[in-house]
């Protein structure tokens, strides 16, 4: 059975930081992927932060880049959202999730493939 479990959220002032961290046990996979995802009510899900097992680099959305910083532990399928610099608009549930990689040729979609869920951690960034 595999679990994949985040913590580390709160709310914070703007400008402030936060570490998020998950793990994903249970998943015995050597290659894998892990990322993490943002929701508001009422909204799309997106993507944040994504890496990968033997990755050149990590993938950041465009309104992330410069502030936020995703590790990975590989042997303890564990991974980790460095958030720095934070905005009201980072306010969200943040869910972190486990899976294979996606590519095409050698374009990879770090966005796809997450098939392990956790149940999220609330990020609140008041002004």
């Known amino acids: 059975q595999v679990q994949v479990v985040e913590s580390g959220g709160g709310s914070v002032m703007a400008g402030g930081s936060l570490r998020l961290s998950c793990v994903a046990s249970?998943?015995?996979?050597?290659?894998?992927?892990m990322g993490w995802f943002r929701q508001v009510p009422g909204k799309l899900r997106e993507g944040v932060a994504a890496?990968?097992?033997?990755?050149?680099?990590?993938y950041y959305v465009d309104s992330v880049k410069d502030r936020f910083i995703i590790s990975l532990d590989n042997a303890n399928h564990r991974v980790f959202l460095q958030m720095n610099s934070l905005k009201p608009e980072d306010t969200a549930m943040y869910f972190c999730?486990?899976?294979?990689?996606?590519?095409?040729?050698?374009?990879?979609?770090?966005?796809?493939?997450?098939?392990?869920w956790g149940r999220g951690t609330q990020v609140t960034v008041s002004s």
């Open positions: 999730a486990a899976g294979r990689r996606v590519e095409d040729g050698d374009k990879w979609f770090p966005f796809l493939g997450h098939t392990y």
């Open positions: 249970g998943y015995t996979s050597e290659t894998y992927c």
């Open positions: 890496l990968c097992t033997g990755g050149k680099s990590a």
